[in-house]
């Protein structure tokens, strides 16, 4: 999916003039700021959900939303200091830990870990797609709309483990009045 997203990428680009002269304007700035300190911050989170977790398919799945998170902090970062836009501060990275070692009275259930990044994940999305929407550079809304990919393709994954393991919260169906 990567390869079909950096086809239409270029393909895009190559029909638009250059518009990365235009400096970033202050909702362009906010956006990247905002999503930086959400990725930033859901990265330390979910290292810490790693280090109490024992179920290996949660742990390859965290540490598989770790490194999407990492690479877009790292991109999203490089890109404000070119355009010369401040960081937020940031936590710093979780070292490695024993899930055995932590109390049961401060360990999160693998179900409350799963939906806690199911939930950011959905407001990165959320995120990316605001911030496309109000972009007038086009390298800009390229770049939301690749990282939004990059979460939806994680999103849809990481479901198929939640309902597996029936962490996924569904709500009640719906019946319009009068069609039950």
């Not at 977790?53 to 799945?61: G, H, P, S, V």
């Not at 999407?68 to 200091?81: D, G, P, Q, V, Y």
């Amino acid at each position: 999916m990567p390869d079909l997203l950096q086809a239409l990428k270029s393909v895009v680009q190559s029909f638009i003039k250059d518009d990365n002269k235009v400096p970033l304007h202050i909702g362009e700035a906010m956006g990247c700021w905002i999503f930086l300190a959400l990725v930033g911050e859901t990265q330390v989170q979910t290292e810490a959900g790693i280090n109490s977790t024992t179920d290996l398919e949660l742990r390859k799945a965290l540490q598989e939303a770790v490194n999407i998170l990492r690479s877009e902090k790292e991109r999203i970062s490089a890109f404000m200091r070119s355009e010369g836009v401040p960081l937020p501060p940031l936590s710093e990275s979780k070292p490695i830990s024993d899930p055995n070692s932590v109390p049961l009275g401060v360990k999160l259930t693998d179900n409350e870990l799963a939906n806690s990044l199911m939930k950011k994940i959905s407001m990165a999305i959320t995120n990316c797609s605001q911030a496309a929407s109000q972009s007038l550079r086009t390298d800009v809304s390229l770049m939301w709309a690749e990282f939004m990919q990059e979460h939806i393709t994680f999103l849809i994954t990481f479901k198929s483990l939640m309902q597996k393991r029936e962490w996924l919260k569904v709500p009640p169906p719906y019946y319009p009045p009068g069609l039950t």
